[in-house]
C-alpha cells in the first residue's frame, strides 16, 4: 500500500533553518513506507524539501507530485529562484496544475490538494497565520497526522 506525505512550510526560512534535518526527516519518511510526496513548490520550505527528495530520489523508488496552484507560479521568482524551481521540476514524476492563471485562494485550494491526498504532512511551521498554518490546521481538522519540524 502507498503511503504519502505533502510539505508544507514557510517560504521565509531562518539563517539557522537545518535542511540536513529535513533530508533526514524525509528519508526516515522514506524507511517508513512512505513514497509518494506532494510539493507545493513555493520559495523556501517546498523548494527545500524537493531538493532533499531529488537527492533522495537517486537511492529510494519515490514517486513526487508537483503541486502548482497556478501556471507561471515562479514568474516573480528571482532568475536564480526560476532555475532552481525549472530543475527541481525535472525530478517531479507528475506536475499537476490547479488553475490556469492566478485567481485569489488559489494558493489555499493547493494546500487543500495536497493535504487531501496525503496519509501525513511534513510541516515547519512556526508562525499561526499564513497559507503553512492554514494547511496544518486544515490537516488536523481532517486528523491527517501533521509531523512538525
Not at 539563517?15 to 529535513?22: K, L, R, Y
Not at 532533499?52 to 507561471?72: H, N, Q, R, S, W
Not at 493547493?110 to 492554514?134: H, I, Q
Request: hydrophobic content about 35%; glycine content about 6%.
Amino acid at each position: 500500500m502507498r503511503k504519502s506525505c505533502a510539505l508544507t512550510g514557510h517560504r521565509s526560512l531562518p539563517e539557522t533553518f537545518d535542511a540536513n534535518a529535513v533530508y533526514d526527516r524525509l528519508e526516515e519518511l522514506i524507511k517508513d513506507g512512505c513514497d509518494t510526496f506532494f510539493c507545493g513548490m513555493a520559495q523556501g520550505f517546498d523548494l527545500l524539501a524537493l531538493e532533499c527528495l531529488a537527492d533522495l530520489k537517486k537511492k529510494y523508488p519515490v514517486f513526487i507530485e508537483a503541486c502548482i496552484p497556478f501556471e507561471g507560479q515562479e514568474r516573480n521568482y528571482s532568475e536564480e529562484e526560476k532555475q532552481k524551481y525549472n530543475r527541481l521540476l525535472d525530478w517531479c514524476d507528475r506536475k499537476t496544475v490547479l488553475y490556469e492563471t492566478y485567481c485569489r485562494g488559489c494558493f489555499l485550494a493547493r494546500d487543500r490538494y495536497m493535504a487531501d491526498c496525503a496519509d501525513v504532512v511534513l510541516a515547519y511551521c512556526v508562525k499561526e497565520t499564513g497559507g503553512t498554518a492554514y494547511t496544518v490546521r486544515y490537516a488536523e481538522k481532517k486528523q491527517i497526522p501533521v509531523i512538525r519540524l
